[in-house]
Each structure stands twice: as structure tokens, then as C-alpha cells.
């Protein structure tokens, strides 16, 4: 512990699920992430653990629905086609109750796509990429320290609210390499998992772990009962990052990859004389709408940045609900927008 | 089968052994103003290593100094590894300066695909070529070499392993074995010297470099392997060629940075 080492984004993913307790790992290879899957191979079983490479997302997935009913930290990785296959299997991991982290590190979609960094999965994050009303946590580190930081987060978050958490990444943070290091974690109370299907062990009844509701009041009841605890996570899980906000003239609202880009392009812009803030959703859902409203009644506009055509901006007007005009900036398709092509928005803006 | 297959290499690996022995002993290294002229006895380069351990930014900067020298340089990305951060993506910048980059045409450039382009074969057997082999990481990458084993086998080349002590598999002496003995195996070809790269990305300090580098000393002495040169980030390396006087330092200058900086 406290010793630093130098680690791709992708190997710190693993080495950070292993820190949290994290002994099974389920997965298909899929470029840029491999690295996850890799790391997972050489390490799960010298602590015990279980890797396995599935016959394809579809199975890694229901391999996780599996391990996490029986009460197991489990995790699944993969990149944009993987997880639109892995779909099914989350909304049924989310039907059951079931703990579980899954990483997307996001490339160039729609369909095959190509294998460089994009942020084109933040609807599917967000907005239940598979079928129901459930909701996903999806955290989004924009540092690898982060990502070794948010993954101790994401499994708590997962066994606190009884529900998959993703770790919405994309392919620059997960090839690239920065130092980090494992801090220790302050153990939080977590409630027992007495709904595992471990045995009975003398109880009355067995455990059954299911999504199947063919009473239509029965299903209604689990999804407010679900949508109770999605109300919860909105009022207490919200995490964001506001930097150089307090005189801001335009407020930039990026997350992961872009938002470490905004940062250059802020300090270029203050030097031409424009003052300009990032607020930095780390939870993409719960979205932090609040402290995007209350900019709103301080700066003049709003541009949203992403490595895509325009999806997290409609959560940003949504939050700004029309006292502002809202901005927005995207490259796409594995194309990494430049600190200069940020800058020249901000002009264009300021006018 | 397979036992008699590895060791039949190891029976091989020593006999070639006493040949490369003949170019440690040749000084291949003088001092020189700001730091020190590597020198390299064959025309074929080889930079292996664990992934993520630096060889692009070697082979890179190798490329440019031996260019810079006059030789003509073709420099092969032979990387079937990583998706991102590769030689290739220096092509352009590197062949204004006359150096040849060899790697995947076209849009096969930037896939992730194993594609090993036959210019390869080409730059290996044309011998106005000094080549460098930016080889993939790992011994999954080191696979790419056995392709060109039936050349490398009858000519003279130097084979390098970079290492980083800050690297999660090469931060002791029994993970760096590990990973040197499966690239060997898996290229079936010898490591002739290590690179030591100690560094922790854009935190390193000079306290970093003497403590990595410690490290890689050991691991060199323990298997009796000689250390190449120590490669220093450009900005560090004055303050460390002032410490060292019995190792060539070799500062390098960073290229595959990412988009914010």
C-alpha cells in the first residue's frame, strides 16, 4: 500500500476489483479493454479466484447473473458491441436485485464501429440500454487514479442498493498509463447478504433469485419498489468535480477523457482572456442536475463536450431548463476533440 | 514433446550465447558531451519487453539518434498488441526526417489486427537497412518474431527487453524472470541486454529513476545480463548522467502523449 507503480488504465481496473474483493471475473476479449481480461487471467487465480473467458458476452454475462446471486463480488468487462450483447443479462441482474460491476470502455459505435476512444454509450449507460424500468449507477473516472479510486465506490454502491454499477470509461483511460496507487478503504457498513442462494442452512425457506413477475400488481409493486431506491440513490449518491467555476463566464460540462481535455483548454482560454469552469459529472446517473442549476443563475452559457454526436448535453438542458443557452461540442466516432477546437467554441460563444 | 522442444532452444541459446559474448566485451559505448552515443554492433535491433514497459518511445527515439547519425533507418512496428500508442502513429512526422516506418497499410493501420506487412521481410534482408523492431508487449507480442525466426536465426541482431521496476510485473526479481523467459520462449529467440526505464509516467523524479533502476540492476546481475543503457526522460537526464558513470544514459523524449497534454 502507499507504494506507487505505473499501470494502464484497463490493469488498474482489474488490480482495483481485486482490492475491493472482487474474486470472479467473467468476460469475452474485445479491443480497447483487453487489458481487463488480461489482467484478471494472471492475477484472479493466484488470490483464489475465478477467471473465466466466456463463449461470448452473452454468457460472461449470465455467468456474472450467477455468481452475484449466490452473493459472490463479481465483475464483467467489455467495449461498446460487447455490451450491447451483454444488454439482456443487466436488465435481468437488475429485475433480480443483483449486486454486480460492469466495465464499458467506450469505442467508436454504432454497430463494429472502430476500436478509438468514444463516448457515444453515455444513452445506453444511462437510459437503460436494455428493457424495463431499472436504472444503472455509472460512474465515470476521467484519471486512472480514479478508476482505481471509483472501483472500491462502484462494488459498494452495487451491494449497498442491491444493483449492477458500470464503470463507464473509454478507450484513451483505458490504454492509457498513469502512476497510482491503492489506497486503503474505510470498510462501510454493507447489509448481509441474507437473499443469497447459498443453501438454506436451516431456514424455512429457501432463497430464489428471479425476475420473473406474472402478476402484473406483483410487478408493479418491484418496480416502485425499485424506483424507491433509485429516488434514494438520486438524493445521496450525486458526485461531481466543479473546477474554476466561482467567476466562470461559460460553463463546460464534460466527463471522463474530455473533461481532463477542458481542463488544458481552460488554462489556454484564461490566457486570451476568457474565463471559463468545468463542472465534471463523476456519477453520470444519479446526474448531478442541482449543481448545474445553480450555475445556471451565475454564468452566461453553457457547452457540453463529448466524443459524440450530442448525448449527455440533453441531461445538461434538461438541468438547465431553458435559463441558459446550452452549447454543444462533440467529435465522434474515435476522434478525440483538441484543447484548440474547445477554445474556439468558448470564442465563438463569448462572441 | 514440448520439453524436448524447449530444451533442444536452451541447447541452441547457449551456443549462440558465446557469440553475442563477443559483443559485450566490445566497448560499445563512449561518453560524449550532454550524454552518450549507444552504439550497437548489428544492424538488426530488437526491443522486447513487457507491455507497457516503453519500447515505443525507445524504438522511437533509437530510430531518430541513429538517424540523426546518417544511417538509414527503417523503424518496424511490429506491435500485435496494443490497440493504441504505437509506432505507426509517428509515420508521418518520423518519414519527413527520412526514417521508414514500417507497419500495417492503410486503414489496417489503426485495427487490431495480428497484421504483419511483408515490407517487413523486405527492410530485414536489405542490408543498407539498420532495422529496429518495436516488437508487441509481452510474450504475446514476442509470438509476432517467430515469423521471422528462420532469418534472425542465421544473421546477426541485438534482442532487448525494456524494463520498468514501476511496472506491476516487473517489480520483482521473479516476475521479471517470468516475463523474460516467456519471451524468450515465445519469439524462441535470446535476450542479449536489458533496458532499464524506470519511470512513474508524468510524476517521475529523479529519486524514482535511482530506485527503479536499483532494481533493475539486481535483476540484470541475477541472470547475468548486461544493462544496455539507462533511458532517461530528456528533462531528467543531466541531473542523472552526473550519478552514474558506469552506464551509458540514453535521454529520450516522450511522443506518445495523451490528448490533453
Redesign the interface.
Known sequence: MGE?????GA?ALG?AAIKAGCRFFFGYPI??Q??VPEYMS?RLPKEGGVFLQAESEVAAINMVYGAAGAGARVMTSSSSPGISLKMEGISYIAGAKLPCVIVNIVRGGPGLG???PAQSDYFQATKGGGHGDYRMIVLAPSSVQEMVDLMGDAFDLADLYRMPTMILGD??LG?????VEFKERKPIALPPKDWATTGKKGRGKQNIINSLFLIAEECEEHNFELKKRYNEIEKNEVKFESYNMEDADVAIIAYG?TA??V??AIKRAESKGMKVGLIRPITLWPFPEKVIAAAAEKVKAFLTVEMSTGQMVEDVRLAVNGQKPVYFYGRTGGM????EEMVAEVEKILG | MQNLFVSSIKLYALGFYNFKFYIFNFPFCRRQEGGVTVEFKSRIIIITGNFGSGKTEIAINLARKLNEEGKKIALVDLDIVNPYFRSREMKEELEKEGIRVVAPRGALAQADLPAISPEIMGVLEDASYHVIMDVGGDDLGAVALGRFHGYLSTHSYEMYMVVNAFRPFTRDEGGFVEMMQGIEQSSRLNIDALISNPNLGAETQKDHIIQGHQKVLTMAQQNHLDIKFLAVEEGLSQEIIELYKDIPIFPIKLYMLPPWC
Do not use: A, D, F
Open positions: 506507487k507503480i505505473l499501470m494502464k490493469e488490480e479491443t480497447p483487453n487489458e494472471k472502430g476500436i478509438q478507450g484513451m490504454q492509457m498509463m498513469e502512476p477523457t481532463r481535455i481542463k488544458t478525440v476533440p483538441s484543447p
